[in-house]
């Protein structure tokens, strides 16, 4: 009787593939990459599609809330201010109360994200090597100045109060920016959202292509974790970085043919359902007096942080 | 390489956009004409695709391991165009899910690793390849093209940082968006570019590119188009 077991599992792997001793394996770092991704699309998976009708904010046509995230988004890029950046948390802060989401969980993720790319990057820029001003906390002192080429280096290294206001600056506007794409991308399904864009007169094909890659990263990112869970199960030690390098690739050319067989498989479903190359996608919802009501409300709020 | 938001002053990063728009728009015509009725299936599974790409690691030589930014890998798999458009579609879903990037610096970013990056890969991947099938000459064109345009993606992004501070700045002369000028800007996005992750990225698009000439070779598109035996 013919076996179902596949033949990559009847075969030994040979010896040379190994090496060090049996017990941890060295597939933590590929597992920790891929559970990570997997579990964020996951999270908003489930956020954006439970939020539904949920909540008042989840509730908004995407129209007006994309409106009002581009609107926002443009405003915290054009303030300069402290005092605004931190209104417009606030403002934030409040929006976030309405939208029914865990806050906590969505928090620790912004400020985790803006700790990285708000706070770390900038964080150069506090010192007077970057920003000359009056000192506030010395770290080093060199004895005399130093120059080099085109650069240089001031006698005593510190932190100084204008570069500190720059550092602020830019980790208030990672901070709300962050923040104002997860109020939208979790209180609003993908494909609504999608449809909400089109009000920028993007093409109908490229939401489309949009949407579809959305679907397909699910199911590759479940690909990708069942391979992962039939190779570790397979794995009693730890291999060595070329037989590893081998099956990475290996992993990358089957997700590929993986891609290609879906891609085939969407296109022969488009066909019968009598696709004949234009895409036209249904229209949202109208606008309400409602949204009206919200849209004048944020171009006000705008305004107001614009001059506060 | 992923610009944040906050760095780019309205004055680099709208610009950046329009450029981005209509090389967008080019590319979408170009794809159209190569694959007419399959184009947004065939464009959703390529930007699938480059997304998953970006979160594989793969160990390299050395003991560590590293993430490829995944352009010059999907312009040789896919082609130029359709490599603009599925890394575009995989930046916007980073930027908008995982705070991956800033939302107003989508423009740049897209610019610098959709557009700017599968160009030069490209180029460069077929300047070294020539017609040539030879693997050792193929995965030698795949990590130039890999190390050299991630580098020059990078010097390009620490100008666009660069400029910052001479173009936007407040009524006292401080920065009012990205601090570093270009003498700090472009030596620290260049050298730890050329240094490792340039080599990071050669290394991972060659390492892939080698196993698919191995076993695959007909679906690279750089050997779909034209190509003789060497």
């Known amino acids: 009787m013919e076996s179902n077991i596949p033949a990559f599992l009847l075969t030994e792997e040979p010896r040379d593939r190994f090496s ?9 770092f590929i597992e920790r990459t891929i559970a990570g991704t997997a579990n964020s699309l996951r999270i908003l998976y489930l956020q954006a599609e439970s939020a539904g ?12 809330k994309v409106l009002a995230f581009v609107y926002l988004i443009l405003v915290i890029s054009f303030v300069h201010s402290l005092k605004s950046q931190v209104s417009t948390s606030g403002f934030l802060a409040v929006a976030f109360l309405f939208s029914g989401l865990n806050m906590a969980r969505v928090y620790r993720q912004i400020l985790l994200i803006s700790f990285l790319f708000g706070f770390l990057l900038a964080a150069p820029a506090a010192l007077n090597v970057v920003t000359p001003g009056d000192i506030l906390v010395s770290i080093i002192s060199l ?61 109908d094909t490229l939401l489309m292509v949009f949407w579809l890659a959305y679907k397909y990263i699910f199911i590759l990112c479940r690909t990708v974790e069942e391979t992962y869970l039939a190779l570790k199960s397979r794995m009693i ?33 488009m066909i019968s359902r009598g696709y004949a190359g234009k895409i036209i996608l249904a229209g949202e919802n109208k606008m309400t007096v409602k949204d009206l009501l919200i849209l004048l409300c944020t171009a006000l709020l705008g305004a107001a942080i614009l001059i506060l | ?33 190569e694959v007419p009725a399959r184009n947004i299936p065939y464009l959703g599974m390529a930007a699938a695709f480059s997304f998953i790409i970006m979160m594989f690691n793969l160990p390299v030589p050395g003991g560590s391991s590293g993430h490829a ?67 050792r000459r193929i995965v030698v064109a795949a990590f130039f093209a890999g190390y050299l345009s991630l580098v020059l993606s990078a010097i390009l992004t620490g100008v666009e940082f ?25 030596p620290a996005m260049a050298v730890e570019h050329l240094l490792l992750f340039g080599i990071v990225e050669g290394v991972i698009t060659a390492l892939i590119v080698q196993y698919f000439v191995r076993q695959h070779q007909i679906m690279i598109y750089a050997f779909r188009t034209t190509g003789t035996d060497e």
């Open chain 1, 53 to 64: 009708n949920s909540s008042f904010i989840a509730r908004l046509n995407p129209v007006t």
């Open chain 2, 69 to 135: 930014v995944g352009s010059a890998l999907i312009a040789i798999l896919f082609g130029p165009w359709a490599a603009m458009i599925s890394v575009s579609v995989a930046l916007v879903i980073q930027a908008l899910i995982f705070g991956d990037g800033g939302i107003t610096a989508i423009g740049a970013n897209c610019f610098n690793m959709a557009v700017f990056m599968p160009l030069i890969a490209w180029f460069i991947f077929r300047l070294i390849c020539g017609k040539s099938r030879a693997p």
């Open chain 2, 162 to 186: 660069g400029i910052q501070p001479l173009i936007a700045s407040g009524a006292d002369g401080r920065a009012l968006y990205c601090p570093y000028d270009l003498k700090i800007a472009i």
């Open chain 1, 237 to 269: 030690r730890n291999i060595r970085n070329e037989t590893l390098r081998g099956i990475a690739a290996g992993r990358i050319l089957y997700l590929y043919e993986k891609s290609q067989i879906n891609y085939e498989q969407t296109y022969a479903a």
């Open chain 2, 1 to 33: 390489m992923h610009i944040p938001d906050g760095y780019l002053s309205p004055q680099t990063y709208l610009p950046l956009f329009g450029v981005f728009i209509g090389a967008i728009a080019v590319a979408v015509k170009k794809v159209k004409k």
């Open chain 1, 20 to 28: 060090g001793d049996a017990g941890k394996t060295r597939f933590s």
């Open chain 1, 143 to 203: 004895g005399e100045p130093h120059d080099f080429w085109i650069y240089h280096v001031p006698a005593r290294i510190g932190i100084t109060l204008e570069g500190c206001n720059i550092v602020a600056r830019i980790f208030m506007r990672v901070f709300n920016s962050v923040s104002l794409s997860f109020l939208l991308v979790y209180s609003t399904s993908f494909p609504r959202l999608l449809k909400a864009f089109r009000i920028f007169f993007i093409p």
